[in-house]
């Protein structure tokens, strides 16, 4: 891990993106993910002179940001976080107007948009840091505050929840 910190244009830069999937794929809303993010990277730049670059990668440190910005979100609105992975209560959210033309124009990213909405926030957080992050199990395992084989425990039953949620919804031809 590099202890030498980059300019915070290059980190807003080189994360954004990452962050902003993320934070789209935890509350599937763009207007409502466009503002999260906005405020999550004022409140980075806002303390980038505390990061301190040998305690945790920049990605790890906007990750747990972001979460925290989340978990404030979601304490906002009464929903709960955290939620067992064998939780069968659904939340199907219907997209915006502009998220729905642009997830329903496409049948793929119309499943993936479905499944995620029936998805607990704790099942999306996983998944996003997983697949829209591309993160490790072990930062991952640092954001969460577990050990990576618990990481990789979740994993495995979120991918088989995943499958069965698609297989449910008629989502396996894909």
């Given at each position: 891990m590099s202890t030498e910190k980059e300019p915070f244009e290059v980190v807003y830069e080189k994360h954004f993106s990452n962050i902003y999937n993320f934070i789209y794929g935890q509350?599937?809303?763009?207007?409502?993910?466009?503002?999260?993010v906005s405020d999550i990277f004022i409140k980075a730049m806002t303390h980038y002179e505390t990061?301190?670059?040998s305690?945790?990668?920049v990605r790890t440190?906007?990750?747990?940001i972001a979460r925290n910005a989340l978990i404030d979100e979601y304490r906002k609105s009464g929903i709960r976080m955290h939620q067992s992975l064998d939780d069968e209560e659904t939340n199907f959210t219907e997209p915006s107007y502009e998220d729905e033309y642009q997830v329903f124009k496409d049948e793929e990213k119309k499943a993936v948009y479905h499944l995620l909405s029936l998805l607990s926030p704790s099942e999306r957080?996983?998944?996003?840091m997983i697949y829209f992050q591309n993160m490790k199990n072990g930062e991952i395992a640092e954001v969460l505050g577990i050990n990576a084989k618990a990481v990789s425990e979740?994993?495995?039953r979120l991918l088989a929840k995943c499958r069965q949620l698609a297989e449910k919804a008629g989502l396996t031809d894909m």
């Open positions: 509350i599937l809303h763009r207007e409502r993910a466009e503002d999260l990061f301190d670059p305690r945790a990668s440190w906007l990750t747990n957080e996983l998944a996003g979740r994993h495995r």
